[in-house]
């Protein structure tokens, strides 16, 4: 099934000096229970793709439905719940609220969802048990590693069971073996059919993924699930 569909998407930054096309023109579909890879030098356009694609900014042209909805059509408050109830977003500095302990971390969406106390407590708990943070829910950030505070974004990013994750450089900051654990997360992730893009500099761990898209200047300049 298609996820998501875009045709022509196209970002400009305009200075009132210069114009920056960040991405020119990018047409893709992704799929349901697809891992993909976004890669590209710096500069290339990737986190603007990441921005459009999860609703967090709007493109200057083109089209982009998700779940075939025309997302572009929504009012704010519209794309804010899509957001909340459709995508997880996952950063390269886990993006984590430091004075709160992991469970919290993770229960704070279903909550702010509305989701009752209890139940939100008790989902969170499930999640981090299966990114193997079991033991670290009364952990605060700062008492974590790296590795475990990527996976507590994970479980914040999957609590609520989305059909699309989006990761910009999530081992960025990562070991080799903390980094290859995240990659066995998202893996597992595909497998119950939820898409996962990840924004990755690293060659090794694209071709870990089902479908490699590689950026050049804000155009697609090779996308192997063509
Ligand atoms: P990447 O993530 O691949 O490093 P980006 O998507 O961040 O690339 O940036 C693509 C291009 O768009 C770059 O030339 C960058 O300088 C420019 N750009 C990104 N965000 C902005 C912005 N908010 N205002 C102006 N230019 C921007
Ligand atoms: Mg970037």
Do not use: C, W
Request: overall charge neutral.
């Amino acid at each position: 099934m298609t996820l998501i569909r875009a045709e022509n998407l196209t970002k400009k930054y305009d200075d009132g000096d210069t114009v920056v096309v960040a991405l020119d023109r990018a047409t893709l579909s992704l799929n349901s229970g697809e891992f993909i890879a976004v890669t590209g030098r710096s500069g290339s356009g990737k986190s603007t793709l990441f921005h459009q694609l999860g609703l967090i900014d709007t493109p200057t042209s083109g089209a982009l439905a998700v779940l075939g909805t025309n997302v572009l059509s929504l009012t704010e408050k519209q794309k804010t719940a899509f957001r909340l109830k459709n995508i997880g977003y996952i950063f390269q500095d886990y993006a984590l609220i430091p004075t709160l302990t992991a469970i919290e971390n993770v229960a704070l969406p279903l909550l702010m969802a509305g989701m009752p106390k209890a139940v939100a407590y008790a989902q969170a708990r499930k999640t981090l048990d299966s990114v193997g943070l079991a033991g670290r829910a009364k952990h605060l950030p700062s008492q974590l590693s790296g590795g475990q505070q990527q996976r507590v974004s994970i479980a914040r990013a999957v609590s609520h069971a989305p059909a699309l994750i989006l990761a910009d450089e999530p081992t960025a900051n990562l070991d080799h073996e903390s980094s290859l654990s995240i990659l066995g997360i998202f893996r597992k992730l595909t497998e119950r059919g939820i898409t996962v893009v990840m924004i990755t500099h690293e060659n090794e761990y694209a071709k870990m993924t089902d479908r490699v898209i590689t950026l050049f200047d804000g155009t697609i300049e090779s996308d192997t699930g063509k």
